[in-house]
């Protein structure tokens, strides 16, 4: 017998179903899913599938992918293939609650909405995604983000870093100011200056790249740093902590950006400011000193707070980076445990996987990936598996992946949202 | 308790569809964040594939074998139990 994706739906649908239902006759159990990002609207979709009453707080109508994004800088892709609407979800009987959550009650087990209305659950899931911090770089705050754009959260902040690399004179300088570990999205920085060379090297070949980085080491740096000597030589300088590469202080109308070594003027700057915990979880008391949300690494239930769940971005999830991969994958075995708890059974072991693509150049991809199994209370990578693309590839290699990463984009976008 | 769930998975899937599903065994949740079921990509979709199929390529790429980009690095985080499950997972109900 073959059957479809739709088969495969029910039968995934019957098995958390049934596992979460709490008896006949009763209604079915709440969740609540606060945060409709890749972490958020998986685990609602799931949840609903399993025959659960879901309810998705949030408060844009559709979601604005941060994969891709860096495309979208470097004119390679245009916004309007970065939104995804909520439309699938409610389709499927997500019930959706257009409002950003204004407070918890973790006793009453109520979420305040901000017309007063309160939404109680059973169990509640936190995917809040990030906050940029504007407390901790001296000189940035969000006033400051409008002339020197941090685009790390995708939308008009991507749109306004383009414009200013497009209005920027041949002979410039963008400096990209990167943070110190953990953050969204690794790789991130590194692929977007590899996508802005690629502009400048096509429209105003004389320019140059300073990274200016508060570590000293970054994800896949040296197939990073072969590519850039290959692909863009002599435009990307990459200055780390120890060689004075930190950032302390910005100035946005001066238009610069002071290291302990030197002040750095430039015509573009790109902050990218240390990060948290997106602030419902915060203020509900999901979070811990470090600004991130520690949680149990089989059930991703908070370690802080009862009946309260947190994917994606805002936990800390051990090894896995926090990625779109990792916030799905994250997702599914969150909504598994949820039924499996609602239903008073402890959920089995997971093991989880990430995989992210970055793009040096279109037609010139690179990887890392990592599978992960609960150790020592945290996600700890499986010893001898993962790693990063191999250091010496031929060319077709370097295509194959980032024919992946597109491919990966539009599997993942067609599962959480289409 | 794999090896039983294994079966149940097979047997249940395929004739009683109402009755309680096993939860996918450790690992199968992420795959479909690349293999999409309803999206033609570059990616293979493991859409019709036979679960011997999926478990024979994974062990070609945990060996070596078989040249990958990306599978070779996943497949070792699996045992050839772990990855026999997955396979029987991913082609539940076919």
Redesign the interface.
Known sequence: ?????G??R???A??LG??ARPARGQASARVVVVGGGFGGATCARELRRGGLDVTLVEPNAAYTSCPFSNAVVAGLREMNGQHFGYGALRGEGVKLAPHAATGIDVRARRVALPDGSVLDYDRLVLAPGIDLRFDALPGYDEAAAQVLPHAWKAGEQTVLLRRQIEAMEDGGTVVIVAPANPFRCPPGPYERASLIAHYLSIHKPRSKLLILDAKDGFSKQGLFQQAWAELYPGMIEWVGLSAGGKAVRVDAGERSVETEFGIHPAEVINVIPPQRAGRIARDAGAADRSGWCPIDPVTFESKLLPDVHVIGDACIAGGMPKSA?SA??QA??CA?AVA?LLRGEQ?????????CYSLVAPGYGI?V???Y?PAGGVLAD?E????V?PLHAPPD?RS??A??A???F???T??VF? | VRAFGLGAALLLGAALPGLAQPAAPPGAASCSGCHGAHVSTAIPSLEGRSPDEIADAMRAFRSGERPATVMNRVAKGFTDEETRAIAAWVGLGR
């Open positions: 017998m073959r059957a479809g994706p088969r495969r029910f039968l995934l019957a098995a049934l596992a991969f799905n994958a599914k075995v598994a499996s959920p089995p072991a997971p093991k989880l996987i990430n995989t990887s990936a990592g599978v199994r499986v001898g598996a993962g790693g693309s290699v194959r992946e024919a992946y597109y491919a990966w539009q599997t993942i067609a599962e289409g």
